[in-house]
């Protein structure tokens, strides 16, 4: 009966995304406004399991990137929203697409965005209205679907940070996060908002132009500082912003950094309305080739347990952001007791959603889910997420 109930509540939900929006801000208001805004635990239970919109709104112009000669962001083609979106290789969204993914059995859709393409280099960054509007075409596509749908500012935050004090990227953040709320203020509560993606409390360019390490101090300054400039310039922004569920980003989304006292949760206007943001459960696993082994499995379930006493406990959902949608062959351990790759997936999936996390799938244009067939690319997978959405809607 619980899961049915959640069902219904994320069905009203959906309702609310049906009409179109104005260019400057999302669907009618009044529909959400009449409704009791979710708590973040009543919209982590409805979010089942996400896959990112990969290499897609947040590919960019990495010429020189890691240099300091890499003053702005580098024109991509002819300076249109298209060039960007598939300068990596994506095909260019589609509603047929988003009304796939949904099909195969998600339920969150995570869009990772660099803001900074088509941005004009003069100290304010003003978010390019082109670029918004596209990213506000494929939050509708999303919408349509009946899909929770999560933006975030995605390797622009790595450039910022990379060039600025604490204190100036808090500036320039709070701006970045101030228009895009504005702009989407009045889309329902099924739009959720992730205030950075893995670089905060990175590492910054020196006098001499060589990225160099913060202190431990100084890098949980900054996570903390700015995560409180996301929280309050989403609240600021009116309409459904001041209530709307929100996703504070980890420090290097890494679980033993997260998890550490010096991480601080951001106050809040309300109660109740902020998730928190890790990746990879098994991160350290995945890059030693132990994948399938006892170890694999109790550092997966350690993870999990560092995450529940620092957030779950308190009633803050964790949000893996992103997940890993395979292992390869290679980073199986040598005797491993699993070895087959969609079984370590769902084996992984199961145990977040089992602690109440959104595990949400990274995902590239050809990956795991096939833009271009429109489904799941292999069979295995694809019974797996099945498997997995008919347990959590309770259609077994």
């Not at 997260?258 to 998730?275: G, I, N, Q, Y």
């Amino acid at each position: 009966m619980l899961k049915k109930a959640i069902s219904l509540f994320t069905a009203v939900l959906m309702l609310m995304s049906v009409s179109a929006c104005s260019s400057g801000g999302g669907t009618s208001a009044s529909a959400a406004n009449d409704e009791a805004a979710p708590t973040a635990q009543e919209v982590a239970k409805s979010m089942g399991i996400g896959l990112n919109l990969g290499n897609t709104m947040e590919a960019y112009s990495s010429a020189n990137c890691e240099q300091i000669t890499y003053e702005w962001i580098p024109v991509v083609g002819n300076n249109t929203p298209k060039d960007y979106e598939t300068c990596w290789g994506a095909l260019e969204t589609t509603q047929e697409i988003i009304d796939g993914i949904k099909a195969e059995g998600f339920d969150t859709v995570r869009i990772p965005v660099f803001w900074g393409n088509m941005m004009e280099n003069n100290g304010k960054y003003t978010i390019n209205s082109d670029y918004i509007a596209r990213v506000k075409e494929i939050v509708d596509y999303c919408q349509n679907a009946g899909l929770y749908t999560v933006i975030n500012i995605h390797h622009f935050d790595e450039f910022i940070i990379r060039r600025n004090s604490t204190e100036d990227c808090k500036k320039i953040f709070t701006s970045l996060w101030k228009q895009i709320a504005k702009y989407f203020k009045d889309y329902p509560y099924t739009v959720v908002f992730e205030g950075y993606n893995e670089y905060l409390g990175g590492d910054q360019f020196d006098e001499n132009g060589n990225l160099a390490g913060l202190s431990k101090a100084d890098a949980y300054e900054m996570t903390n500082t700015l995560n409180q400039a996301f929280v309050d310039a989403v609240r600021s922004a009116g309409g459904n912003n001041k209530d709307r569920v929100l996703i504070v980003s980890g420090y290097w989304t890494n679980i033993d950094n997260t998890t550490s006292p010096e991480f601080v949760m951001p106050a809040d206007k309300v109660s109740d309305r902020l998730m928190v943001s890790v990746h990879y459960v098994d991160n350290a696993m995945y890059w030693t080739n132990k994948i399938g082994g006892d170890e694999w499995v109790n550092y997966t379930d350690s993870q999990i347990d560092l995450l529940n006493k620092a957030f779950t406990e308190k009633n803050i959902p964790v949000f893996m952001g992103e997940t890993t949608a395979g292992y390869p062959a290679s980073n199986f351990e040598a005797n491993a007791k699993y070895t087959d790759s969609t079984e370590c997936v769902e084996m992984v999936l199961n145990k977040l959603l089992d602690n109440g996390f959104v595990p949400v799938i990274w995902d590239v244009s050809d990956g795991f889910y096939s833009r271009t067939l429109r489904r799941i690319k292999f069979d295995s997978d694809r019974e797996m997420i099945r498997k997995i959405y008919n347990r959590l809607h309770d259609t077994e």
